[in-house]
Nanobody, 120 residues
Framework: QVQLVESGGGLVQEGGSLRLSCVVSGTFFRIPSMGWYRQGPGKQRELVATVTSSGSTNYLDSVKGRFTISRDSAKNTVFLEMNSLKPEDTAVYYC??????????????WGKGTLVTVSS
């Protein structure tokens, strides 16, 4: 059983910073990709940032230059450093991991989400 547990959400003022963490636990071969998605009030879930096992990253345009994704592969952990936060960043942030359970068998997993609220 693979589980993802997020931490680090909370309330912050506009312009502030937060750091989200997500730990993947369970039995698997490797994690090719880890990332963060978010769903704001009345909005669809959107990709915020992803990072592959080789270190390649991808970001939502509106967070480029403000957010940084990183991973500690030895600890199966992914981080999202969020700076210069804006009210429009308010959302539930979900951790995502594409896990290779055994060779060539992949599954997509989600965390339960952590709420980030940015006040103006």
């Amino acid at each position: 059983q693979v589980q993802l547990v997020e931490s680090g959400g909370g309330l912050v003022q506009e312009g502030g910073s937060l750091r989200l963490s997500c730990v993947v636990s369970g039995t698997f071969f490797r994690i090719p990709s880890m990332g963060w998605y978010r769903q704001g009030p009345g909005k669809q879930r959107e990709l915020v940032a992803t990072v592959t096992s080789s270190g390649s990253t991808n970001y939502l345009d509106s967070v480029k230059g403000r957010f940084t994704i990183s991973r500690d592969s030895a600890k199966n952990t992914v981080f999202l450093e969020m700076n210069s936060l804006k009210p429009e960043d308010t959302a539930v942030y979900y951790c995502n991991a594409v896990v290779e359970i055994i060779r060539q068998q992949y599954r997509n997993y989600w965390g339960k989400g952590t709420l980030v609220t940015v006040s103006s």
